[in-house]
Every structure is written in structure tokens, then in C-alpha cells.
């Protein structure tokens, strides 16, 4: 879980929930985003 631990790092470096928040939701996008591009290439 390198991602979360970086996540959590980033969160803790800006001194703000609110860093650990938008790490975690950039991290949801590309990961869907990825998702939804191998679906499309296996289609």
C-alpha cells in the first residue's frame, strides 16, 4: 500500500486534512481512469 503511505506522508507535510483528502481522490480518479482504459482496449 505504497499509495496510501504516500497519501498519508502528503497529508502530514501539508500540515492538512484536506492534502490527505484531494491525494486520496486523484488517486481514485487515475486508478478508474486506468480501469476504464484497459476495459476499453480489451473491448
Known sequence: MGL????HYFGKWRMLFMG???AAVV???IA???G???WWLER
Open 36 to 38: 476504464v482504459w484497459v
Open 4 to 7: 496510501f503511505w504516500y497519501a
Open 20 to 22: 490527505e483528502m484531494i
Open 27 to 29: 488517486f481514485i480518479v
Open 32 to 34: 478508474v481512469a486506468a
